[in-house]
């Protein structure tokens, strides 16, 4: 496989459920992120690893729990969550955080499309 | 708060024509300025970005920059219908690092 991958792609939980997004990229880069996506919404960045440090949190609820044990992989554990969460979560990686260009570019997985009733 | 803004559209132009999308941005320290076109249900994808004041050229893109207006925009020559999506403009503010700034997009259509 190439590029960045997701799974699951559509995942319907209940607000007491736990589950868990993956994400794995498979292009040597050293930083990922997590995004969300909402209907009529701009693109949030959620949070960022750099060689499996977390560099950034952007006020995101603590029922988002994100783990990256390696530079390839990148988790978001979910629970309790609610359902204005629901949303397109995207993974993204890049091979650094900054340029130029080529270096910061970030490339997207195809994204999980979360339902939460 | 830094922010990023994009007419939301659509757009609509004729098979052939040229689009023009605009976006403009908040922070004057802005230092790397991207474009992605995001298709309906799907994650947006790459087009270009741009770094220097002035026209970049990619195939049927370009990419202009204009640092002390705080404006970047997209060029489509030759738009095809399969062009039809939404482009979004993303800005990584001075000091920060991997931080970009989405605008909420532009949707564009072709018309055959």
């Known amino acids: 496989e190439t590029g960045v991958t997701q799974t699951p792609r559509h995942l319907v939980m209940g607000m007491t459920n736990k589950k868990s997004l993956k994400c794995e990229q498979h292009?040597?880069?050293?930083?990922m992120y997590w995004y969300k996506q909402s209907a009529k919404k701009p693109l949030e960045l959620m949070f960022v690893y750099s060689l499996e440090e977390r560099v950034e949190n952007n006020s995101v609820p603590s029922r988002f729990s994100p783990e990256c044990p390696n530079s390839s992989h990148l988790f978001l554990h979910l629970h309790t969550l609610q359902p204005e969460d629901s949303a397109l979560y995207l993974c993204?990686?890049?091979?650094?955080?900054?340029?130029?260009?080529?270096?910061?570019?970030?490339?997207f997985g195809p994204g999980t499309r979360l339902l939460v009733l | 708060q830094k922010e990023v803004e994009q007419n939301s559209g659509p757009l609509s132009v004729p098979e052939g024509a040229i689009a023009s999308l605009n976006c403009t941005y908040s922070d004057r320290g802005s230092q790397s300025f991207f474009w992605y076109r995001q298709y309906s249900g799907k994650s947006p994808e790459l087009i270009m970005f741009?770094?220097?004041?002035g026209d970049k050229e990619d195939g049927r893109f370009t990419a202009q920059l204009n640092k002390a207006s705080q404006y970047v925009s997209l060029l489509i020559r030759d738009s095809q219908p399969s062009d039809s999506a939404t482009y979004l403009c993303?800005?990584?503010?001075?000091?920060?690092?991997?931080?970009?700034?989405f605008g909420k997009g532009t949707k564009l259509s072709v018309k055959p």
């Open positions: 741009i770094y220097s004041n």
């Open positions: 292009l040597g880069h050293n930083a």
């Open positions: 993204a990686s890049s091979q650094g955080l900054a340029g130029p260009g080529y270096q910061e570019t970030q490339y």
């Open positions: 993303a800005v990584r503010g001075g000091g920060s690092q991997g931080n970009l700034i």
